[in-house]
């Protein structure tokens, strides 16, 4: 993997996805989670994306996986990303106006 390559939203989902099985499995907290979805969606490098998850273990098959996240999870993983999103602007435009 050429870590210098843009990243692409493909990318960016499949990590938000498999940072969500890592939050379910219990490796890591919701904080942490929405700390590093919020990342994920100012990465511009795979090896930015790759940085996220360094410390994090490979996961099984993400295709057998993918049919026990059921929609209703994938909505909560969104919320999460918008949630962390939205922190990060609000930080941002505190950060200015002070």
Request: charged share 25%.
């Amino acid at each position: 993997m050429d870590v210098e390559l843009r990243a692409s939203d493909d990318d960016r989902n499949r990590v938000v996805a498999e940072l969500h099985r890592h939050t379910a499995a219990g490796r890591l907290t919701l904080d942490e989670f929405s700390d590093r979805a919020g990342a994920v969606w100012t990465a511009r490098t795979l090896g930015d994306l790759a940085a996220l998850t360094r410390d994090l273990p490979a996961l099984s098959d993400p295709a057998g996986d993918r049919d026990t996240v059921g929609h209703g999870h994938r909505e909560l993983l969104m919320l999460f990303a918008a949630a962390a999103l939205t922190l990060l602007l609000l930080g941002g435009f505190l950060a200015i106006t002070r």
